[in-house]
């Protein structure tokens, strides 16, 4: 229950979010309330990839995050609402887990072992476990061609996680009351031009139609200039001096 630097439900941020999350949902017990702050963090805060050692108030601000991000807040909005909660810490295979969305343009820089990291309420004195990462419009545009993107329901009875391969998922390494540690260590690989890419990615996805597999997904997105440039920027490529010299604008940061 305790709030921590990166846990940080003691702030107003916090508070505020959740009385919102009460009288919207007209939660009345434990249960409806964590059902509905589940909803809230998988469907208002958008996915998206950056660093997972931030605040939850920060999440909260920017609206967007990466699943330990998502997972954080949820913990943090349990946490005020005076339900105990939990970090979920699975090894996973990162360049497999994402599926056939993770195309290996994108996943080819990240290490084959990595962490995901899901929430867990203790609620009538039994831990169950809920993963907030895939919001619903990311769900809506991909979830038919990719399994792991499957929109995640929880009603704070059952355990609901993504529809993770058990191929891609080395070992589930147990509940936490804290992975302060883990969220202080820098990405590896992560670099700021790599992460540009994902997200422009995502971006793509989530303001075309939805396309209906994904081969043609990849096709319109790797087929687009602005592409071509952040692919070889985030190989190290010096292209935004060729980029400009050929009358296109290099991706901003």
Not at 98 to 104: H, K, L, Q, S
Not at 116 to 122: E, F, G, K, S, T
Not at 179 to 200: E, F, S, V, Y
Not at 218 to 237: K, N, P, S, W
């Amino acid at each position: 229950l305790v709030a921590s630097e990166f846990c940080d439900h003691d702030g107003p941020a916090i508070a505020r979010a959740l009385q919102e999350i009460v009288e919207s949902s007209g939660a009345g017990d434990q249960r409806a309330v964590a059902a509905a702050a589940f909803a809230f963090v998988r469907d208002e805060i958008h996915y998206t990839l950056g660093p997972w050692g931030v605040s939850a108030s920060t999440t909260l601000e920017r609206r967007a995050g990466m699943c330990t991000n998502k997972a954080n807040l949820l913990i943090a909005l349990l946490r005020r609402a005076g339900i105990p909660a939990a970090y979920g810490v699975l090894s996973v295979n990162a360049r497999e887990y994402f599926g056939v969305i993770g195309a290996p343009f994108l996943t080819q820089y990240m290490s084959s072992t990595s962490t995901h990291v899901y929430a867990a309420a203790l609620i009538d004195g039994r831990w169950i476990k809920c993963d907030p990462s895939t919001d619903s419009e990311l769900a809506n545009r991909t979830a038919h061609f990719c399994r792991q993107t499957v929109l995640i329901e929880w009603d704070a009875v059952h355990d609901s996680m993504d529809f993770l391969e058990p191929r891609h998922v080395y070992a589930d390494l147990g509940l936490f009351a804290d992975i302060a540690d883990r969220l202080a260590r820098p990405a590896r690989g992560a670099t700021p031009a790599r992460m540009q890419l994902w997200n422009d990615y995502i971006a793509f996805i989530r303001r075309e139609p939805a396309f209906d597999s994904i081969e043609s997904l990849l096709d319109a997105y790797t087929g687009r200039d602005e592409t071509a440039v952040l692919i070889e920027v985030a190989d190290g490529g010096e292209v935004v001096a060729a980029a400009a010299s050929e009358g296109r604008k290099p991706p901003q940061s």
